[in-house]
């Protein structure tokens, strides 16, 4: 079993940037594929980033590319959400996500989920 904590998350404003942490227990954090998802009221859950344990490949959402950027401390098992120039569209419940076999943009595909931490971001 896997335990994903996220945190970070406050109201900042428009043009601002933040930085999400991803605390897991339970498995070697180098061998898990970890992601980050959001979702706001009303809307679907969108696949935000997502990065391998070990062979560094990473991937974006089209909504953040170029803005958000996914990295990893495995002595601190920990996954990272780095994420500049906010905008309002950025308001959203934002979940860590842990699959065991394969690195995915489907949200039902992940093995793992955190509780979520709100961001909010003001105009």
């Known amino acids: 079993q896997v335990q994903l904590v996220e945190s970070g998350g406050r109201l900042v404003q428009a043009g601002g940037s933040l930085r999400l942490s991803c605390v897991a227990s339970g498995r070697t954090f180098s061998n898990l594929l970890t992601g980050w998802f959001r979702q706001a009221p009303g809307k679907e859950r969108e696949f935000v980033a997502a990065?391998?344990?070990?062979?560094?490949?990473?991937l974006y959402g089209d909504s953040v590319k170029g803005r958000f950027t996914i990295s990893r401390d495995n002595a601190k098992n920990t996954v990272y959400l780095q994420m500049n120039s906010l905008k309002p569209e950025d308001t959203a419940l934002y979940f860590c996500a842990a699959n065991l076999d394969f690195l995915t943009r489907r949200g039902s595909e992940y093995d793992y989920w955190g509780q979520g931490t709100q961001v909010t971001v003001s105009s």
């Open positions: 990065a391998s344990g070990s062979a560094g490949v990473e």
